[in-house]
C-alpha cells in the first residue's frame, strides 16, 4: 500500500481506512457525554443492591483524562467496589439500564480508554489488598485494583519481588494484564500478562468467573490482553521472584539500526537480566542494561561485552564532539542533548534509590524517572511492534517522522519474549507474525514549553500508525480514539470474528465502549 | 527584598501518581480522592476547597510526597494553602483543630546565650525526665537551653492552615538570633523556621541525638529506629545520606521504606493527637513493622510511643533513653 506524504500539522484524507469501522474518524475528538435514558432508576436500583453511585462532582473530577491529557469527559457516577459481587451487580445493572462502563485503573491509556464519556466510572483502585504470598510456590494472589507500586512494597517485606510490570508503576495489575504490560525485563521474561496463573474476572453480563490455563480457558485468554472488552479482572494470582538488587551499564550509539542490532544479539542470547534502548533525539542513543546478579554481569561482561558495537561514554563524548564541530549551525541540539545527558543519567542513581552502589528501588527510579523526563500534563506516545525481521525499518522510520513534526523527542524499544503462540495474541499489540521474541518501539516528542495543537499532535500520530499498516505491525496502545486502524491492520475478518465474541460476551455493549468496539 | 521563588501548584500536576508510592492515606484507603494527585486533579477539574474538604482534612502533613514528585512541586506548601482556603469557606472546624489561641507574648523572659537551643514542642511536652536528660547528652545547661516559647502554637496553626499574626512570629523568632543551632522536636516548624532564619542549623531530636557516638553505638540491628517524618522530608537530600551512613554504622533498620521516604505513624499530626484510632494510626505503625524483625523499637518523636506499644509487645523508647 502507498502512503501519500503528508505535511505537518494537516490531516490528509484517510489513506488507512474510510471503512474502518463506521462512523470513526482519525481525527481525536471527545465523543459526545451519552445520555443515560433512566439514570436515576439506575441509581437505585444499585443502591437498593447496596451499591453505592458517588455523584459529587469532587468524585468524579479526579478522572476527567488519563495520563494522555487529550481527551477529557465526566462520567455520571463513578462506583467504588468493595468486591467482585458489587461489581457483577454493577454490570448486570448496566446490562438491564443500558449504561455504560468505563473501568479504571491508574488510568495510564493515553488515548481516552479509561476516561468516561457519561455512564459510571468503575475506580478499581479500592480492590487493593494482597491476598495471599505463597514464596514456596513463588506466587502472589492478589485483588486487581492494586497497582503495581502497592504490590512491589508489600512483596519486598517478603524479600520477594514481581516479574515484570510496565515501568510506570502507578498501573493497576488488572489494568496491565488486560493490555499486556512491558518492562526492561520484557525480552527475558515477557510480558506481565503472560505472568498471570489464574484471574477471577466478572464478564459483561455479571457472572463471577474463574479461569486459567486449565479452567475456562476461553475466558481467560481473551480476558488476558483483551482490552477491557471481555469482563472485569478482579483478582488475579502471578508469578513472583526472589527480590534483587539490580546493577545498571550504559553503552552508548550514533546509528539506530547498530544499536536495535545489538538490543536483539543480547535479547535473543538473554545476555543481560534487562535490556532496553533509550535516546536524546537520534543522535545519543543508549543502550542500558541490567543485571539481577553480579554472575550474570560477569557472564554478560566476558562474553557479551566485547561484542557491543556501542562506546562508553568518553569515547562516545568525543564522537559527539567531532560531529557537532563540524555542524556549528546544529549547536542548540548540541546543548539540548548535553543538558538532557547530565540531568536524566544521574536520576537513575541518587542516593535515596541506590544502596551499595545497585538500585534497590527500581520501581520508584523508573517511575520517577519516567515521568520527570517523559512526563507532562499531555502524552503523546505513538508506538508500533514488530516482529525482529522489521524493527529496525520500523524505528527508522518512526525516527523520520519525529525528526519531521519535533525538535525533540525520544525514542524507547525493548523487546517482548513470546510465550509461543497463544490466542491472547490474536488482535492485539503482539504482531501476527512475530515469534521468539516481538519488539516495540515508542516514539515520544518532548511536548514541554510548546504549545502544539490537537490536530498537529494527531497528524503525527496518523503518520507513525500509517508506518504500521503499511509494514504489517501492530500498536503496543491500539485502544481508545485510534481503533479506526484495527480493521485495516487486521483484516475484516478477524476484527469481525471478534466483534461477534464481544456481542456475544456483551449483549447491551455496555464495557468499555469506544476502547476497541 | 529577594526574588521570590516560583512555587508549582496544582496546576503543575501532571498527574503522574508517584505521589501515591509514598502516602500513607493512599495505602490505608486506596481512594484516589484522599492523595495528593486526587487533589490536583480535582482542581484543576474546577472544584472548589471546600468540595474537596475531607480530603484536605485527612492529609496528614508528613510530607512524604514532596521529595517524590517529579514535577517538583512545593506539595507541602500546597497542602497548607489548601487548608487555608477551606478555612476561609467554612465556619465549622474538624473536632482536631487546635482550641488554644496564639500566644501574644513570649514564654520566654531570660534565655541563657548558647550555642544550641531547643525547643521541645507538644511531643515532648510534660516529660521532663526525657527532656532533662537530651540536655545532658547535649553537653548540659551551658551547651544547650531550652526555649519556654517552643512554637507549638504556631506548629499547631501551621498545620491547620490557620493565620499566623506576623508579630507574633516575630516574638517567637528573635529569642533564637544569637543561637546557631535549632534543635526542634515540631518536624513541621523545621521548614518554616529555615525560611525565618536562614543562617541557623534546624535540626530534630533524631539527627542531634545521633551525633552522640555513645547513642549510635547503642543502637544495632536489633532495633527498628522510627524517624520523625515531618522534619526528615523537609531536608530530605541532606538526611537520606545521614540516615544511610547510620543504617551502615549500626545496622539498625529504620521506617525509611522504598525511595527512603519516612513512613509516618500520624501520631504528632493534629489529627493523630486528637484521637489516634480515626487517624488510623496502629494500621500505619504495623505497616512499618510489617515483615521486619526487631527485639526493640526506638522512635525518635515521643508521641509514637504508645502507638507502637498499642500494636506489639517488644520494648518501644525514646531515642535519648537507650544511654544511661
Ligand atoms: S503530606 Fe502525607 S498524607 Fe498528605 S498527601 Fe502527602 S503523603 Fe499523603
Ligand atoms: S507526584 Fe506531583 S505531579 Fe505527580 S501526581 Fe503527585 S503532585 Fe501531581
Known amino acids: ?517 | 527584598m529577594g526574588i521570590k521563588k516560583k512555587i508549582k501548584g496544582y496546576e503543575s500536576c501532571s498527574g503522574c501518581g508517584v505521589c501515591l508510592l509514598v502516602c500513607p492515606l493512599w495505602r490505608s484507603t486506596g481512594s484516589m480522592a484522599y492523595t495528593r494527585k486526587g487533589r490536583a486533579k480535582a482542581m484543576q477539574g474546577g472544584v472548589a476547597p471546600e468540595d474537596i474538604a475531607s480530603s484536605i482534612d485527612a492529609c496528614f502533613m508528613c510530607g512524604s510526597c514532596e521529595p517524590a514528585c517529579p514535577e517538583g512541586i512545593d506539595i507541602v506548601g500546597m497542602n497548607l494553602e489548601q487548608r487555608r482556603r477551606l478555612n476561609e469557606s467554612r465556619s465549622s472546624y474538624p473536632a482536631w483543630y487546635p482550641k488554644n489561641e496564639i500566644h501574644t507574648s513570649s514564654r520566654n523572659s531570660k534565655l541563657p546565650q548558647t550555642n544550641t537551643i531547643l525547643m521541645a514542642g507538644r511531643n515532648l511536652d510534660g516529660d521532663i525526665k526525657i527532656v532533662e536528660n537530651i540536655v545532658s547528652l547535649l553537653g548540659g545547661d551551658k551547651s544547650i537551653a531550652i526555649s519556654d516559647d517552643d512554637g507549638r502554637d504556631i506548629a499547631a496553626a501551621v498545620e491547620a492552615g490557620l493565620p499566623v499574626p506576623p508579630e507574633r512570629i516575630a516574638l517567637f523568632i528573635s529569642l533564637l538570633r544569637n543561637a546557631k543551632n535549632l534543635i526542634v522536636s515540631e518536624g513541621i516548624l523545621h521548614r518554616q523556621l529555615r525560611e525565618w532564619l536562614p543562617a541557623k542549623k534546624v535540626m530534630g531530636i533524631g539527627e542531634a541525638l545521633l551525633n552522640i557516638q555513645s547513642i549510635r553505638k547503642a543502637l544495632g540491628p536489633d532495633d527498628i529506629f522510627i524517624v520523625e517524618s515531618r522534619g526528615y522530608h523537609s531536608d530530605f537530600e541532606r538526611l537520606v545520606k545521614f540516615y544511610d551512613r547510620l543504617r551502615k554504622d549500626t545496622g539498625c533498620l529504620m521506617n525509611l521504606d522504598l525511595q527512603r521516604i519516612a513512613i509516618p505513624t500520624g501520631a504528632s499530626s493534629l489529627r493523630g493527637a486528637h484521637n489516634r484510632k480515626t487517624a488510623g494510626c496502629s494500621e500505619h505503625s504495623a505497616w512499618i513493622l510489617k515483615g521486619r524483625k526487631f527485639k526493640r523499637i526506638v522512635v525518635e518523636d515521643l508521641s509514637d510511643i504508645e502507638v507502637f506499644q498499642e500494636i506489639t509487645d517488644v520494648p518501644v523508647v525514646h531515642l535519648s533513653m537507650i544511654v544511661k
Open chain 1, 1 to 517: 500500500m502507498q502512503i501519500p506524504v503528508i505535511e505537518p500539522g494537516c490531516i490528509p484524507p484517510d489513506p488507512v481506512s474510510p471503512d474502518s469501522l463506521k462512523g470513526i474518524p482519525r481525527q481525536q475528538t471527545n465523543p459526545a457525554r451519552r445520555s443515560i435514558e433512566n439514570w436515576k432508576g439506575f441509581v437505585e436500583h444499585l443502591r437498593s443492591q447496596s451499591v453505592l453511585v458517588r455523584e459529587e462532582k469532587s468524585e468524579s473530577s479526579v478522572f476527567v483524562t488519563d495520563a494522555g491529557g487529550l481527551a477529557f469527559g465526566l462520567p455520571h457516577g463513578v462506583v467504588r467496589p468493595n468486591s467482585a459481587e458489587d461489581i457483577s451487580k454493577l454490570l448486570k445493572a448496566a446490562q438491564r439500564f443500558r449504561v455504560p462502563v468505563t473501568v479504571r485503573g491508574g488510568g495510564l491509556t493515553t488515548e481516552g480508554e479509561s476516561v468516561a464519556f457519561g455512564g459510571i466510572l468503575l475506580d478499581m483502585s479500592s480492590l487493593n489488598k494482597v491476598l495471599e504470598i505463597d514464596t514456596k510456590a513463588m506466587t502472589v494472589r492478589t485483588q486487581a485494583g492494586i497497582f503495581w507500586h502497592q504490590l512491589a512494597e508489600i512483596l519486598r517485606r517478603e524479600g520477594m519481588d514481581y516479574l515484570s510490570a510496565p515501568l510506570n508503576l502507578t498501573a493497576s495489575v488488572g489494568g496491565t494484564l488486560g493490555v499486556g504490560g512491558i518492562d526492561v525485563n520484557s525480552p527475558r521474561l515477557g510480558c506481565s500478562c503472560d505472568q498471570a496463573i489464574e484471574l477471577q474476572v466478572v464478564t459483561p453480563t455479571g457472572d463471577i468467573m474463574h479461569c486459567s490455563e486449565t479452567e475456562n480457558p476461553e475466558l481467560f485468554e481473551r480476558v488476558l490482553l483483551g482490552y477491557g472488552q471481555f469482563g472485569v479482572i478482579t483478582e488475579a494470582v502471578l508469578k513472583i521472584r526472589k527480590f534483587s538488587p539490580l546493577t545498571m551499564q550504559y553503552y552508548y550509539y550514533a546509528s539506530l539500526t547498530t544499536a536495535i542490532e545489538d538490543l536483539q544479539m543480547l535479547s535473543k542470547a538473554d545476555a543481560a537480566d534487562y535490556a532496553g534502548i533509550l535516546t536524546i533525539l537520534d543522535r545519543a542513543i543508549t543502550l542500558l542494561v541490567a543485571f539481577d546478579s553480579d554472575e550474570r554481569q560477569k557472564d554478560f561482561e566476558k562474553k557479551w561485552k566485547p561484542k557491543l558495537r556501542g562506546h562508553g561514554e568518553f569515547g562516545f563524548g568525543l564522537l559527539m564532539a567531532k560531529y557537532y564541530l563540524l555542524r556549528p549551525w546544529k549547536i542548540e541540539e548540541a546543548l539540548y542533548i548535553v543538558s538532557r545527558r547530565f540531568t536524566l543519567f544521574p536520576e537513575f542513581n541518587r542516593a535515596e534509590f541506590m544502596r551499595d552502589g545497585k538500585i534497590i528501588d527500581r520501581t520508584v527510579v523508573f517511575s520517577r524517572a519516567v515521568w520527570k523526563f517523559w512526563g507532562g500534563r499531555q502524552m503523546v506516545i505513538p508506538d508500533l511492534s514488530a516482529k525482529a525481521e522489521k524493527f529496525a525499518e520500523a524505528v527508522e522510520r518512526g525516527n523520520a517522522v519525529c525528526r519531521k513534526y519535533f525538535k525533540y523527542y525520544t525514542l524507547y524499544c525493548v523487546g517482548i519474549k513470546l510465550k509461543g503462540n497463544l490466542p491472547r495474541y490474536e488482535m492485539s499489540c503482539i504482531p501476527p507474525d512475530a515469534s521468539d521474541i516481538a519488539y516495540g518501539c515508542e516514539f515520544e516528542p518532548m511536548l514541554r514549553d510548546t504549545d502544539y495543537s490537537r490536530d498537529y499532535l494527531q497528524s503525527f500520530k496518523n503518520e507513525i500508525y500509517d508506518i504500521g499498516v503499511d509494514m504489517g505491525l501492530s500498536y503496543y496502545r491500539f485502544g481508545g480514539m485510534m481503533k479506526g486502524y484495527i480493521r485495516s491492520v487486521f483484516g475484516d475478518e478477524l476484527v469481525e470474528k471478534h466483534l461477534a465474541m464481544k456481542k456475544a460476551a456483551d449483549p447491551a455493549m455496555i464495557l468499555n465502549p469506544d476502547v476497541i468496539f
